[in-house]
């Protein structure tokens, strides 16, 4: 298949923990993006990667979110010291640079359960 | 900040039906308004979007319309089939905006009654 992929699909671990979260954009898409979803809410935005360099991190919630995209390709969302409240469904984009919205192909998240 | 909403959480429809999905958005500089639609399990899939020069724009069974006047905009889908059973989001994207990120609303159920 061609399209985004996130790894794990669902990661369940303990408050205080540290986790890793990570994205495979579509060969070839050199813009990716970070998105939480809440239950019942839309996506919001995290963070957005233009290449290897984080371009817009404005939605990090916190200094305990981090992101990297060593090579331009894939890129790795980490979470130091979880909390309950980051339980959420981590969405990850990515689109050809320079492309307006429509066309951020989405893939099928990581689900995040911080008990 | 300025967001993106949407008047209805939950709208039940009977299969064969039109169904209307309305979004109100607070940002008059976005530059494309556009549809997604969320099954369970999944990410948001592209159903159509539409430039804010535009007042209507017409794909495979459905109709986006954006009332600027009021900031309104509306997904109509005709034939509902239990296919489009899903959650549908509106978001609004500014194109000076750095990458092109894109803001949701909340996102509206839809449920197809056979």
């Known amino acids: 298949g061609a399209g985004v992929s996130q790894t794990p699909s669902n990661k369940v671990t303990e408050k205080g923990k540290y986790v890793e979260l990570r994205c495979d954009p579509i060969?070839?898409?050199?813009?990716l993006y970070w998105y939480r979803q809440s239950l019942g809410q839309g996506p919001e935005f995290l963070i957005y990667?233009?290449?290897?360099?984080?371009?817009?991190d404005s939605g990090l919630p916190n200094d305990r979110f981090f992101a990297v995209r060593p090579e331009g390709s894939v890129s790795t969302l980490k979470i130091q010291r979880t909390e309950r409240g980051d339980s959420a469904v981590y969405l990850c984009?990515?689109?050809?640079?320079?492309?307006?919205?429509?066309?951020?192909?989405f893939g099928p998240g990581t689900r995040l359960t911080v008990l | 900040g300025e967001s993106v909403g949407l008047h209805l959480p939950t709208l039940s429809v009977q299969e064969g039906d039109n169904s209307i999905i309305n979004c109100a958005y607070s940002?008059?500089?976005?530059?494309?308004f556009i549809w997604y639609k969320q099954e369970s399990g999944k990410g948001p899939q592209f159903i159509i979007d539409?430039?804010?020069?535009?007042d209507k724009r017409q794909g495979q069974r459905v109709t986006v319309l954006l009332n600027k006047t009021v900031k309104h905009l509306s997904l109509q889908i005709a034939a509902t089939q239990p296919g489009d059973s899903a959650v549908y989001f509106c978001?609004?994207?500014?194109?000076?905006?750095?990458?092109?990120?894109?803001?949701f609303g909340g996102g509206t159920r839809v449920l197809v009654k056979p």
């Open positions: 984009a990515s689109s050809a640079s320079g492309t307006p919205g429509r066309e951020q192909f």
């Open positions: 060969s070839g898409h050199t813009a």
């Open positions: 990667f233009q290449g290897t360099g984080a371009a817009d």
């Open positions: 940002n008059s500089a976005s530059d494309y």
């Open positions: 539409i430039r804010s020069n535009m």
């Open positions: 978001a609004e994207n500014m194109i000076k905006a750095a990458g092109n990120k894109l803001t």
